[in-house]
């Protein structure tokens, strides 16, 4: 138990939808990043928020975005959804000034049809 | 740039014999390198963590790995594979840290009874 929850646990969107992923992290974390991991294969860096300011984005297109929020929770949204969108999304939180280490949680599975 | 690659994509032992699953890193600087566990339909549970202090690691559930800079390797051992090992494995790398994680393709395990 990470103490790093995901919700909604699967979705189904269509081809062109927009989808909205959260997660819920522990008091203190103030870093969480997310990834995407295609079946198969090893989860892909999306981007990291810090305090609530993206500090690091991987090589996705902008229309994956995200937001941080004060309570500790964040948000990943994805626009003009494709079908290689389908994937788990995973998202991973730091604490601060601990010693190095991402909590994950459960993740989320996308299909996109 | 950091990248990973995990040499095998499959590997299967038999239960009791030893597990050796290999990573081999790209870092144009000192890496932190880290083993995570993925068992079905769940996130990613940390195995062990290398963040550049003794050169061999202990982790969780027996695993160890020893880092060799002269080979940029970290290849994850346990002497002894039990029936609950079997999942998939993945070797990651991050510049420093709070960075982002860059994950292998991962490799499943299988171990037969």
Same mark, same amino acid.
């Given at each position: 138990?990470?103490?790093?929850? +995901?919700?909604?646990?699967?979705? #189904?969107?269509?081809?062109? +939808? ?9 008091? =203190? ?10 079946? =198969? +294969?090893?989860?892909?860096? #999306? ?20 937001? +941080? ?28 000034? =601990? ?15 | ?17 030893? @597990? ?11 890496? !932190?390198? %880290?083993? !995570?566990?993925? !068992? *079905? ?21 027996? %695993?160890? $790995? ?12 346990? *002497? ?5 090992? $079997?999942?998939? !494995? %993945?070797?990651? @790398?991050? $510049? ?6 860059? %994950?292998? *393709?991962?490799?499943?395990?299988? @171990?037969?009874?």
């Amino acid at each position: 138990e990470t103490g790093v929850t +995901q919700s909604p646990t699967h979705l #189904i969107k269509t081809r062109g +939808q927009q989808v909205t992923l959260r997660c819920s992290s522990q008091s =203190g974390h103030n870093t969480v990043s997310w990834y995407q991991q295609a079946l =198969g +294969q090893g989860p892909q860096f #999306i981007f990291q928020y810090y305090r609530e300011e993206e500090n690091g984005r991987g090589n996705f297109p902008p229309r994956f975005s995200g937001l +941080q929020f004060p309570n500790y929770s964040s948000e990943l949204n994805v626009n003009a959804l494709e079908l290689d969108d389908s994937a788990l999304y995973l998202c991973a939180s730091t604490l601060e000034g =601990g010693v190095y280490e991402q909590y994950f949680g459960p993740g989320t599975r996308l299909t996109v049809t | 740039a950091q990248s990973v690659t995990q040499l095998g994509s499959h590997v299967s032992v038999s239960e009791g014999a030893l @597990v050796l699953l290999r990573c081999n890193y790209s870092s144009s600087v000192p890496p !932190y390198l %880290f083993w !995570y566990v993925q !068992y *079905p339909n769940q996130g990613l549970q940390l195995l062990l963590k290398y963040t550049s202090a003794a050169t061999l690691v202990k982790g969780i559930n027996g %695993f160890e $790995a020893e880092f060799k800079k002269s080979e940029t390797s970290f290849h994850l051992t346990k *002497p002894s594979a039990h029936m609950s090992d $079997a999942a998939e !494995y %993945f070797c990651a @790398v991050s $510049a420093r840290s709070h960075d982002k994680v860059i %994950f292998g *393709p991962g490799t499943s395990l299988s @171990v037969i009874p």
